[in-house]
């Protein structure tokens, strides 16, 4: 088996714009095709697009495919509408997260689920196993999508200018199948950056005609192309876990203040229920860490391990840091002790190579666009 890592199917077009690559969870993906910082202010204040073709999907079909997957995730799949979608998570039976999702209902008794691109066999394999005792078929359609997002406040204009999809109609969290450019293409208003934007399936054949088109429909709206490295300061500003930072398997939802997606009311039971009913028991007690904001006052970027000190002691974890663009300061997600975890509690800093940077403690998001 061959250790090179998978292109997508705009490879040789990121190549041809200059971009930075990266071997991305097995991905040869574009982290950056020129300034990251330009590349992150275009998408806050006009749009950026994104090749996500690394991600990957999972078509669930037949009977008894809401029951399959209802026993398979954490979230109640029973009550999302046609046409709509819906943020959960797949579990370990002790409760640990295996991976984040999205569940697209995309017919009567049809689900696409999104996984992440590093662990999208992991997914594959839980769910396939997980649905045997059902009336339902799992597929692998990797390689049946590549998917590309466009991303920022000029983004509904730009992709109104190429279809006749009834864009004003589409929910955030909702899908529909139109015609973008003369490409088939499902297209959902979902997204990673904290602004309106929607995310494309298409053929791997046609990624190539979409991405020109969109450049195309976008140039006077400035819209530019944009690389891993800024998707990951977006989504950090707008407070969105990434999983193997924030999400682990080590964690239960209930760890990372996300207990809101674990249905415990839907019918029936699914793996991982009785772990996580004592772990959202012991939450409501008392907390573990809570997961939280910090902003330096000073100009030292942390990163992902850096030890949260209070008092000269240790009080938690960064999961994920950066400079923000939008801030203009650099910042931190962490997970903090329950007691130095409310915004504006003094003396919290960061262990910064042997010194304590000061940092003051915020409710995430970090930025939040206005609707």
């Not at 950056?32 to 910082?37: A, F, Q």
């Not at 059902?134 to 200018?161: C, H, M, N, T, W």
């Not at 979902?190 to 429909?217: C, I, M, N, S």
Request: glycine share 12%; proline share 5%; with cysteine.
């Amino acid at each position: 088996m061959s250790n090179a890592p998978r292109l997508t199917s705009l490879d040789a077009l990121h190549r041809a714009l200059g971009a930075t690559m990266t071997d991305f969870a097995g991905w040869d993906m574009p982290l950056r095709y020129g300034s990251e910082r330009d590349e992150h202010n275009a998408v806050r204040t006009r749009a950026g697009l994104f090749d996500l073709s690394h991600m990957g999907e999972i078509t669930v079909t037949g009977p008894e495919a809401m029951k399959a997957l209802n026993y398979a995730l954490v979230g109640n799949i029973a009550t999302i509408g046609l046409g709509r979608a819906r943020y959960t998570m797949i579990c370990q039976e002790d409760g640990g997260i295996v991976d984040d999702l999205i569940v697209y209902r995309l017919g009567e008794s049809e689900y696409m689920v999104v996984a992440n691109a590093g662990n999208a066999q992991i997914v594959l394999d839980a769910i396939t196993e997980r649905a045997a005792g059902f009336d339902a078929e799992v597929r692998d359609d990797r390689d049946a999508y590549a998917l590309i997002a466009v991303q920022g406040p000029e983004s509904p204009g730009i992709l109104k200018s190429v279809t006749d999809a009834d864009l004003d109609g589409l929910k955030y969290y909702a899908g529909l199948p139109g015609t973008v450019a003369g490409v088939p293409a499902l297209i959902a208003r979902t997204g990673y950056t904290g602004e309106d934007g929607f995310e494309l399936f298409v053929a791997p054949e046609h990624a190539e005609q979409l991405w020109r088109a969109l450049t195309g429909a976008g140039q006077e709206a400035g819209l530019v192309p944009c690389g891993l490295s800024c998707r990951d300061t977006l989504r950090l500003e707008a407070g969105m876990p990434l999983y193997g930072h924030e999400l682990t398997t080590s964690l239960t939802p209930f760890d990372a203040g996300l207990g809101r997606v674990v249905k415990f009311e839907k019918d029936g039971d699914f793996v991982g229920r009785t772990a996580l009913e004592a772990a959202a028991a012991k939450a409501e007690v008392n907390p573990p860490r809570k997961l939280v904001g910090l902003i330096a006052e000073g100009r030292r970027v942390p990163r992902a391990g850096f030890s949260v000190v209070a008092g000269g002691e240790v009080v938690g974890e960064v999961t994920s840091g950066a400079p923000s663009p939008t801030l203009g300061r650099p910042i931190a997600i962490a997970y903090v002790d329950a007691a130095h975890a409310a915004p504006g509690t003094e003396g919290v800093g960061i262990d910064i190579r042997g010194t304590h940077e000061a940092y003051e403690v915020v409710a995430l998001p970090f930025y939040k666009r206005e609707k």
